[in-house]
């Protein structure tokens, strides 16, 4: 079991930033893979970012060049980085853990992933 506690969501305004921190506890050495999803109501869960235990990133194209994913040594802290916001960037945020695939390339998504925080929300207003 992994336990996952997400923190760092505020309001900020069209170009801020904002760093969201993700606390892993319990058998932390059994994940192969750390990841933030956003949701809007109405919408399915997306990827944004994936940081695998070598410490291999993937980040999504929309929030390419903005987002930073990155990790603790230990692997038991995933941070999200994010910078010039958007209104579109408008979600709640969650943290997720999987102990079965590797997301450092692309193919990754919500089904791979057994552990989730509780999310934080993140809104940009413009």
């Known amino acids: 079991q992994v336990q996952l506690v997400e923190s760092g969501g505020d309001s900020v305004q069209a170009g801020g930033s904002l760093t969201l921190s993700c606390l892993a506890s319990g058998y932390t050495y059994a994940t192969w893979c750390m990841a933030w999803f956003r949701q809007i109501p109405g919408k399915e869960r997306e990827k944004v970012a994936g940081?695998?235990?070598?410490?291999?990133?993937n980040v999504v194209d929309s929030v390419k060049g903005r987002f930073t994913i990155s990790q603790n040594n230990a692997r038991t802290t995933v941070y999200l980085q994010m910078n010039s916001l958007k209104p579109d960037d408008t979600a709640m945020y969650y943290c997720?853990?999987?102990?079965?695939?590797?997301?450092?390339?692309?193919?990754?998504?919500?089904?791979?992933?057994?552990?989730w925080g509780q999310g934080t929300q993140i809104t940009v207003s413009s």
């Open positions: 997720a853990a999987s102990q079965t695939t590797y997301c450092g390339g692309g193919y990754w998504s919500a089904g791979d992933f057994l552990y």
């Open positions: 940081i695998d235990r070598g410490g291999l990133a």
